[in-house]
């Protein structure tokens, strides 16, 4: 068996905590099903995330928004870039979009930390171009929701784009 990276770990366990949501409905699952489903064992998926469901999903959904929004500005890269690692990581999870439209708006704690991570997300985009406008960098998310939803391939970013990258705006 070969050596799984943190990363590797997180993005199985979260793959599969996320598809379990889904599947068995909200912490109907086992930390058993979750180490099935993902192929890491239970006490690696206790050393990174816990033993307690909650805290497990809790850590998963920091880490997928952290993917996604990259909250941390850890690395800086531009919108067609940030869209094509969105859209990587949405075909290796795909359930993920799935539980970030049942949960936007459903009040619940996942659903605020997503409309706290678009808020930092917006307002970052907004000083990395300041020469857009609020709508729009507005715009440009919407268009990052619809290629995600429709599935768009990577490859086919810089068609959403045309316009500003004739502007050189991005």
Not at 106 to 129: C, D, H, R, V, W
Not at 142 to 156: D, N, S, T, V, Y
Request: neutral net charge; hydrophobic residues 40%; glycine residues 4%.
């Amino acid at each position: 068996m070969a050596t799984q990276s943190k990363e590797e770990i997180y993005f199985a366990v979260c793959n599969a905590i996320l598809k379990m949501e889904v599947a068995k409905g909200h912490l109907q699952w086992t930390l058993s099903d979750i180490s099935r489903e993902s192929n890491v064992t239970r006490s690696l998926i206790y050393y990174y995330f816990g033993k307690e469901k909650e805290k497990v999903l809790e850590e998963a959904y920091k880490f997928v928004i952290s993917q996604i929004f990259n909250i941390e500005r850890a690395k800086t890269v531009g919108i067609r870039e940030r869209l094509r690692d969105v859209l990587r990581d949405v075909q290796n999870m795909p359930y993920l979009f799935v539980l970030y439209y049942l949960e936007k708006n459903a009040g619940t704690q996942f659903g605020k930390m997503i409309s706290q991570a678009e808020a930092m997300l917006l307002k970052a985009m907004q000083s990395e171009f300041p020469d857009l406008s609020e709508t729009q960098i507005l715009e440009i998310y919407l268009k990052e929701l619809g290629a995600i939803a429709f599935q768009l391939p990577p490859e086919r970013v810089d068609h959403l784009f045309v316009d500003y990258i004739r502007k050189n705006t991005l």
